[in-house]
């Protein structure tokens, strides 16, 4: 828009101002000329004699003649839309009513003036009062402005093309469908692709460091833990004994959840597979205790591309979760918008609104999930299951279930 609507802008005025100015100064002109011709020949036929008037006609490049009022009526005299102003010109300088029309594939023009016992009948060239050159004009002008617009639009679609590049790769950052991305485009375009790729270069040795000391922590930890473990087996049975297995337990989980918390999913490749199928093969047969597993009567089975065991582990998070404080969950998939949306909702006691956003957050557990045992958590449970989602290019989010207690939504592209 920015170089299409000057430029056309910019010819339509000069066409306008050519046709309204210019042309329009030129035919007036004209017409007056030619008027200026008709009206001394009529005077030489009224003065001398037609035959006069003839020759001098003639000399000049028109033919004329007179005719009577009954020959007249046979003649067209309906004006040309092109030469009524010619018309209206021809009557002011001569006085007479005049009529003109096209005539001989429109190369010559017949003209009608009245007389006292009859009508002149002028025929001349109509090239002075109906000039071709200027549509001839207007086609150029208009030829030339597609040819340098569609040249303008092509390079600015080169450049367009470089920041939808830069911007494919910052929404593709960190994940495992992520294309080489090489900077490209104008000279800034490029300098804001090399400071992307040094940016993207920090990002990932931040996170490398990170799973990297988790990783060195946690098998620190796991020496003296499995010393631990061996030390408790061979204590005899006792409440502190079984206290401290709890403990250690506790313990286990707490560095399984941070290491797997930092260390991502990232290696798994995507696999296709039908979300209705996948999720029955992988979830009825599992036993969640007490918690009924139930799918929708009207369901989907549309095709989705997912990283099995990382996907697999966000819904078991959801379901784990669901479990504790549920006795019934209801599996709906449905097509929406080009989206794939798959609903898990259980009778549970839910959570309030303002706690829907802030579960999502590392290491916040809810009031009904405070106790940091084997069955409780550290707060990283549905962390993990956002950024496994956000991995697939997808979306989750918390809303009040259908059967009164929780309602986790998962938002995934379709293929």
């Known amino acids: 828009m920015i170089i299409a609507v000057p430029m056309i802008l910019v010819q339509v005025i000069g066409i ?28 030489m036929e009224s003065k001398y004699s037609l035959k006069d008037a003839v020759r001098e ?53 017949q003209i009608l003036i009245q007389m ?19 549509y001839v004009f207007a086609v150029w002008m208009i030829s030339l402005t597609c ?7 092509i390079f600015s679609r080169n450049q367009i093309r470089s920041i939808l590049e830069l911007a494919s790769a910052i929404f593709s950052l960190n994940r495992t469908d992520a294309q080489h991305y090489k900077p490209s485009g104008a000279l800034e375009i490029r300098r804001a692709g090399l400071a992307f790729i040094r940016m993207k270069e920090r990002i990932e040795r931040y996170i490398a460091k990170r799973t990297q000391m988790l990783a060195m922590i946690s098998h620190d930890l796991k020496t003296p833990l499995t010393r631990l473990k061996l030390q408790l087996e061979i204590m005899n049975p006792s409440e502190e004994r079984n206290n401290m297995q709890h403990d250690v337990m506790s313990m286990q989980q707490m560095i ?14 995507l696999q296709k597979v039908c979300a209705l199928d996948w999720l029955q093969s992988n979830i009825m047969t599992h036993n ?9 009567q009207k369901i989907e089975n549309p095709e989705i591309m997912i990283k099995p065991i990382a996907f697999k582990r966000a819904i078991e998070n959801i379901i784990t979760n669901a479990a504790k404080y549920a006795t019934s ?57 956002r950024e496994i989602i956000l991995g697939h290019n997808g979306d989750i989010s918390l809303h009040d279930s259908v059967l009164g207690g929780l309602g986790v939504k998962i938002v995934l592209p379709s293929i």
């Open 16 to 43: 306008y101002i050519f046709y309204d100015r210019h042309w329009s100064n030129i035919f007036t002109s004209t017409s007056n000329m030619v008027a200026k011709e008709i009206k001394m020949l009529i005077d």
């Open 57 to 109: 006609a003639r000399i000049i490049g028109i033919k004329m003649e007179r005719i009577s009022f009954k020959d007249a009526k046979k003649e067209r005299v309906k004006t040309h839309k092109h030469l009524a102003e010619f018309v209206r010109i021809l009557e002011r300088q001569t006085r007479r009513k005049s009529s003109a029309i096209l005539i001989n594939d429109d190369t010559d023009i």
């Open 116 to 134: 006292d016992d009859g009508y002149l009948k002028l025929k001349r060239s109509v090239k002075p009062l109906l000039n071709p050159t200027t």
């Open 147 to 153: 040819i340098l617009l569609a040249v303008a639009i």
């Open 256 to 269: 399984s959840s941070y290491l797997d918390f930092a260390r991502g999913e990232g290696g798994e490749e």
């Open 288 to 296: 969640y205790g007490n918690l009924s597993i139930a799918f929708a």
């Open 329 to 385: 969950l209801i599996v709906a998939i449905r097509i929406e918008d080009e989206q794939i949306i798959i609903n898990l909702d259980d009778n549970g006691i839910g959570i309030s609104d303002d706690e829907k956003v802030k579960v999502f957050q590392p290491f916040y557990r809810s009031d009904a999930a405070r106790h940091i045992d084997s069955q409780g958590s550290v707060g990283l449970g549905l962390s993990i299951t």
